[in-house]
C-alpha cells in the first residue's frame, strides 16, 4: 500500500518562500512519476507541478518561475520549493503519485498553504 505523507505547509506572507516535502513509502519510488496538486475552498483540485522517473517536469502556467519541483530518489521523497508566494496561492497542497505525470493514482492527506496579503 502506497503511503504518501506531505510536511512544510503553514502561514506565510505574500513574497514569502514555503518548501513542501512528500516521504513516499509501499512502492519503488523510483519508477513512479511524482506531483503535487492543490485545493482551494470552493474550487476543483489542480495540478501545480509534476515530475516524471527521468526528472522531466511540468508546471502550471500560474506557478512557473516562482515554484520548483524536484525529487531525491534515494530518499524516497519529492520537494516542492514556492518562492514569491501570493495570497491566491492558498490551498491545501497534496503530494501524488503515478506510472506517469497524467496518471495519478496515490494522494497523500494534505498540508495546508495559507499566504497572507
Known amino acids: 500500500q502506497v503511503q504518501l505523507i506531505e510536511s512544510g505547509g503553514g502561514l506565510v506572507q505574500a513574497g514569502g518562500s514555503l518548501r513542501l516535502s512528500c516521504a513516499a513509502s509501499?512502492?519503488?519510488?523510483?519508477?513512479?512519476?511524482m506531483g503535487w496538486f492543490r485545493q482551494a475552498p470552493g474550487k476543483e483540485r489542480e495540478i501545480v507541478a509534476a515530475?516524471?522517473?527521468?526528472?522531466?517536469?511540468y508546471y502550471r502556467d500560474s506557478v512557473k518561475g516562482r515554484f520548483t519541483i524536484s525529487r531525491d530518489n534515494a530518499k524516497n521523497q519529492v520537494y516542492l520549493q514556492m518562492n514569491s508566494l501570493k495570497p491566491e496561492d492558498t490551498a491545501v497542497y497534496y503530494c501524488?503519485?503515478?506510472?506517469?505525470?497524467?496518471?495519478?493514482?496515490?494522494w497523500g492527506q494534505g498540508t495546508q498553504v495559507t499566504v497572507s496579503s
Open positions: 509501499g512502492r519503488t519510488f523510483s519508477s513512479y512519476a
Open positions: 501524488a503519485s503515478g506510472s506517469n505525470i497524467v496518471t495519478m493514482d496515490s
Open positions: 515530475i516524471s522517473r527521468s526528472g522531466n517536469t
